[in-house]
């Protein structure tokens, strides 16, 4: 008898339950701006304080202040593996369960699960940074032109270096476009202020290792290289330069702070321009699902504030060439040759952005990996 | 080229080298520590702190040394006392400590408001200087005696290891608590607390490791999402490399050193071998030592009979 009283609670118990969750899902569904909600999945830790991450999480911060969002109304998920499906399809099916409207997934690993989850949950908006995936409902990609930034880092690089020798860790090797398309856009802005100029890329096969980047950056100075640039998520390289008492140049966020005396200016990315644009649209239901792909222009990608270990002149050399690129110079402009001595880009025609970030597996004629 | 390459080596191997001396102290007592990892996690962080904020190196030092006396203490106390299951506490200790240092290290973060720097007054205490006189000899002046300070602590730590384990009484008494705890016990050793203070001291030796991962090569700065990243794993392959014994450890830390750095100084346009290859090459020398060790079949340079294995007086 005490069994059956028992189990009939646990009935009760349970069908309460479900009426609980259909009342709160009813409540969100009403969609008025304090029910609305911003869902962001990271690689990492927005805590680092640095890189990649940070500067992500940054730009969710800067949407948040824009559309007055409160602290309730964003949900992170942190350090979710990009090659675990599992962990991925977790962290976004929570995320949709506390309620998340949109949800921006920032690596590129995600992609395909976001693919998956956007035709299920069709009322929710996936928004994918650096993929190539989307559909015309509510799964769109967003990336940008940082090459565009890479070229102006690279001018800093170019009239800083006194050993003409610059070098650059590198996450991924020649067969990654997105890390060899900004190697080679930044040894175009080396050369353009200093045509004598090399660039020497050591590759440590990891987005972010900080003991293995310290090491790259420690054997491209024994190398004789005074300025040391990266594509990599850490710090370490630039610290690696301070320590040696020469000059680096930092990669997503200002890295000024971290290397005060080492530290030029850093190709970064402002990832809040598009985090607020889709968020507005989101929570006004003017959302399409349109891929976004910004640049200078839309002040999606810049350098950062130039330090004062700039070279003389650094300033100026730069908002020019910011001026030109604003005027249309599509910094892989013909006649390019790679290192090996091919024609890449014939002269007169230029490079398309998909060609950039999305095809370029050769390097510049003034890089050399080490 | 080449001396950079080995200056670039050691500085690399000397992390493992704590890692390893710290493990083989522990293994010679007869316990598998599978803890290495998250000893130096917890020790990288409290080091990192204590620096942070006191701007001591022999304070953080000794702090890095404490936590990991104490992480130790939690796997001997389940260990030796509760006769837990070595690897499996082993494991949780560095899934235990790797949460610690990333939980507090999020923490030290919000604290400083950003991540936190270490003051320069620090920087040039741990920074790389030649010892006055004998640094201006050539090449092995920059080999040998251009550093910074931990590195001369790892090796003089090792050699100590060495000495007490081969020289002294003591060492004699844990090495055979290591090697046969029955035997030990009835030539009248007090198995257990030899067993403790070794897996302490191990600890602590581990969590220096960690401390010179994120003092030296963070470059100054708390990299929150991976301090460590392995090295304590590498650490435990390397006590088999260095066949238990702290000297060889020296030996062995350099050549794993020197590999995981030898990708960065192999001339690219002249050998062209995938990077995956050098990443695998200390394993693969481990693995080597292995075979060769299995088929020399002596006592010597292999595991202490009675590690892994939990000693329970009654069942003797």
Redesign the interface.
């Known amino acids: 008898m005490l069994k059956k009283l028992l189990s009939l609670c646990l009935l009760a118990i349970m069908v309460l339950s479900f009426t609980a969750c259909g009342t709160k899902k009813d409540d969100s569904e009403a969609g008025n701006n304090s029910d609305f909600k911003v869902a962001v999945i990271h690689i990492g830790d927005p805590a680092d304080g640095a890189g990649y991450t940070f500067a992500h999480d940054q730009g969710i911060v800067a949407m948040q202040e824009e559309l007055k969002l409160s602290d309730d109304q964003v949900i992170r998920k942190n350090n979710v593996n990009d090659a675990d499906a599992v962990a991925i399809r977790t962290a976004m099916e929570e995320a949709i369960e506390e309620g998340a409207d949109i949800i921006f997934g920032t690596s590129w690993g995600y992609m395909d699960t976001m693919d998956e989850m956007a035709k299920e949950y069709t009322d929710v908006i996936f928004s994918h940074a650096s993929g190539y995936m989307s559909n015309e409902t509510n799964f769109n990609n967003y990336f940008g032109r940082i090459y565009q930034a890479r070229y102006l880092s690279g001018i800093a690089a170019g009239l800083k270096t006194q050993s003409d020798m610059i070098g650059y860790v590198a996450a991924m090797g020649i067969d990654n476009s997105e890390v060899t398309g900004g190697i080679n856009a930044f040894a175009l802005g080396v050369e353009s202020v200093n045509p004598d100029a090399k660039v020497y890329v050591k590759v440590t096969n990891s987005w972010l290792d900080p003991t293995l980047e310290k090491q790259a950056a420690e054997a491209l100075l024994d190398m004789g290289c005074d300025v040391i640039a990266q594509h990599a998520d850490s710090t370490a390289p630039q610290m690696a330069a301070e320590a040696r008492g020469v000059w680096g140049v930092g990669y997503n966020s200002d890295m000024t702070k971290d290397a005060p005396k080492a530290h030029l200016t850093a190709p970064v990315w402002k990832w809040g321009v598009y985090y607020t644009k889709a968020a507005k649209d989101a929570m006004e239901g003017t959302w399409k699902s349109e891929n976004y792909f910004g640049g200078l222009a839309e002040g999606f990608v810049d350098v950062s504030t130039l330090s004062d270990n700039c070279a003389e002149g650094t300033k100026d050399a730069i908002d020019a060439a910011k001026q030109r690129i604003l005027d249309g110079f599509k910094v892989f402009e013909g006649e390019l040759y790679d290192n090996q001595g091919n024609v890449v880009c014939a002269a007169g025609e230029a490079l398309t952005d998909a060609d950039i970030t999305g095809a370029m597996n050769w390097y510049y004629k003034t890089v050399e990996v080490k | ?1 080449i001396i ?1 390459f080995l200056y ?1 080596a050691i500085k ?1 191997g000397t992390p493992l080298l704590f890692g390893t001396t710290g493990e083989i102290m522990t293994e010679r007592s007869g316990h598998l520590n599978l803890g290495v990892e998250g000893m130096m996690y917890m020790g990288a962080f409290l080091g990192f702190y204590v620096g942070f904020h006191t701007g001591s190196l022999p304070l953080a030092l000794l702090a890095a040394f404490a936590i990991g006396l104490f992480a130790a203490l939690i796997y001997a106390f389940l260990t030796v006392t509760m006769m837990a299951n070595q690897n499996v506490t082993g494991l949780t200790l560095t899934i235990f400590g790797t949460g610690f240092a ?1 939980f507090f ?2 923490s030290m ?2 604290e400083a408001g ?2 936190p ?1 270490l003051a320069d007054s620090f ?1 040039t205490t741990i ?2 200087k030649p010892i006055p006189v004998l640094g201006d000899i050539p090449v092995l002046g920059k080999l040998l005696f251009s550093h910074n300070p931990l590195v001369y602590i790892a090796v003089i730590i090792a050699v100590i290891c060495s000495i007490y384990l081969m020289r002294t009484k003591a060492g004699l008494n844990m090495r055979a608590v290591g090697e046969n705890p029955a035997a030990a016990d009835a030539a009248g050793i007090n198995v257990t607390l030899v067993k403790y203070i070794h897996i302490m001291l191990g600890g602590g030796i581990c969590a220096l490791g960690g401390a010179y ?1 994120s003092l030296i ?5 708390w ?5 460590v ?1 392995g ?1 304590g794993w590498i650490s435990v392959a390397l006590v088999i490399f260095a066949s238990w014994s702290p000297m060889k450890a020296i030996y062995g830390s350099l050549v794993f050193g020197a590999f ?2 030898l990708q ?2 192999v ?3 002249i050998i062209q071998i995938p ?2 290859f050098y ?1 695998m090459l200390p394993f693969l020398i481990t693995t080597f030592v292995l075979i060769l060790a299995s088929m020399r079949k002596s006592k010597e340079g292999s595991q202490p009979a009675g590690c892994g294995v939990n000693y329970f007086r009654e069942e003797r």
């Open positions: 080229m950079n670039a690399a990333k290290g999020e973060i919000r950003g991540s720097k920087m920074s790389e991962l090569n963070g470059g100054g700065i990299n929150n999402s991976s301090a990243n090295q995981s750095v960065f100084y001339p690219k346009d990077n995956a990443v």
